[in-house]
């Protein structure tokens, strides 16, 4: 069984950094798919990135396109989003997910596994 723990979140001011982390278990993660979800109150979740984890191949939301930065580590079994030039419309709760699939996907339904989410504030 999969399991994903996120870390990282907290508040910071605009224009900061952070970086979350996703330490993955329960599976050999080469035949993954790892995203970056974010989700605020009322709304939908949102797709931030995704990487495949053997390749490294990615995939960004417009909305954060040249600011935030998806890794792995494959001996750490550990994922990363640095998230950079935050805004204040960056804040949400951020969740990691895992899809067993070859290519990258977007779609909140097209992933298997959740963790269980952080907090990220970004303070005008």
């Known amino acids: 069984q999969v399991q994903l723990v996120e870390s990282g979140g907290g508040l910071v001011q605009a224009g900061g950094s952070l970086r979350l982390s996703c330490a993955a278990s329960?599976?050999?993660?080469?035949?993954?798919?790892m995203g970056w979800f974010r989700q605020v109150p009322g709304k939908e979740r949102e797709f931030v990135a995704a990487?495949?984890?053997?390749?490294?191949?990615?995939l960004y939301a417009d909305s954060v396109k040249g600011r935030f930065t998806i890794s792995r580590d494959n001996a750490k079994n550990t994922v990363y989003l640095q998230m950079n030039s935050l805004k204040p419309e960056d804040t949400a709760v951020y969740y990691c997910?895992?899809?067993?699939?070859?290519?990258?996907?977007?779609?909140?339904?097209?992933?298997?596994?959740w963790g269980q989410g952080t907090q990220v504030t970004v303070s005008s």
């Open positions: 329960g599976r050999t993660f080469n035949s993954y798919v």
């Open positions: 990487i495949r984890w053997s390749g490294g191949s990615t």
């Open positions: 997910a895992a899809a067993l699939r070859f290519t990258l996907a977007t779609a909140a339904h097209e992933y298997d596994a």
